[in-house]
């Protein structure tokens, strides 16, 4: 069984830091996984935040990220990683991530809650 398990969120003030992890079981990220990190404010729709799709690979990042977020990936550890850098308000919402492969199907983490507020 596929289980995507986040942890990391937090309440922060503006301008902190946070870094987020996703551990998966049941699956192998280096097998051809494609992975990202999403995020829904409250009363918001689901927006993709960044995506990698191997290890040590480039990272894709929506603009209201850019230059604060780094994802990275392990898959040694079957590990992905959101490193989030001065934080803002705005950037309060549950993070999920999730990974997918072509023929294979789409698995979602749970989402832990980031909270930036002062």
């Known amino acids: 069984q596929v289980q995507l398990v986040e942890s990391g969120g937090g309440l922060v003030p503006p301008g902190e830091s946070l870094r987020l992890s996703c551990a998966a079981s049941g699956l192998a990220f280096s097998s051809g996984y494609t992975t990202y990190w999403y995020r829904q404010a409250p009363g918001k729709e689901g927006e993709w935040v960044a995506h990698i799709r191997r290890a040590g690979g480039d990272g894709y990042y929506t603009d209201s990220v850019k230059r604060r977020f780094t994802i990275s990936r392990d898959d040694t550890r079957n590990m992905i990683h959101l490193q989030m850098n001065n934080l803002k308000p705005e950037d309060t919402a549950v993070y999920y991530c999730?990974?997918?492969?072509?023929?294979?199907?789409?698995?979602w983490g749970q989402g832990t809650q980031v909270t930036v507020s002062s």
């Open positions: 999730r990974a997918d492969k072509l023929r294979e199907g789409t698995y």
